[in-house]
């Protein structure tokens, strides 16, 4: 793996762990209609998919609810669900780590929710762009996000390396032609595995940088 230019992150899965408020969120959308609870698939397409998809999904048996589901999602305020949300412990160490060797930036498929989770855990500031499901026309797995993130900084994708935990960032990171850090998914198909973003230090392509 070449030595990053550009760290790009996955938001849910990678910066936070947001499978519980996922389940209270898309849980409370079903309640209100009197549809049961999701199903441990019905999670799983969630955590990975933008919430436009996802309400989709989990609707797909309640057709003559659909509509009335999104029009719920966009009056509904989401800021009670991120107290479910919890940030990896190392992540501020890993950004400091990463502060003057390289760019940061996000790409995501949240939508309107994204500057609340960052501001409320003190990241705000902390990545020089923000990509999220509203800022492209194709969402993830499409590679757009990643192309506009590279173009913004004036690189080529071999520079730059996306931390994800999904096959649709496999997908994304793979079709941007951008290296891949799977973060607690030995199943992906990627440069780099790890478990932490204090394991992610210690890897190669990163200890070029701190011999610097």
Known sequence: MLTPKIVIFD??????????????????????????????????FVHMHNVMDS?????RHYPDDLGRAHELRRQMDYTPFLRYMRMEPDLPDFLDFLAGRC???ISTNRTTTMPAVLAMNGLTD????????LDVRHPKPHPE????ILAHFGLRPEEGV???DSVIDEEHARRAGVQLIAFRNPQLAADYHVKSFTEAMRLPCFQAHAGH
């Open 126 to 133: 902390r990545f020089e762009m923000v990509i999220t499901a």
């Open 103 to 105: 760019h940061t930036a």
């Open 162 to 164: 996306f931390i994800g």
């Open 145 to 148: 996000a990643l192309e506009k």
């Open 55 to 59: 309400i989709d999904h989990i609707f």
């Open 11 to 44: 938001c849910d899965g990678v910066l936070f762990d947001s499978k519980e408020a996922n389940l209270h969120y898309y849980n409370a959308l079903l309640s209100h209609f009197g549809h049961p609870p999701m199903s441990d698939d019905e999670l799983a």
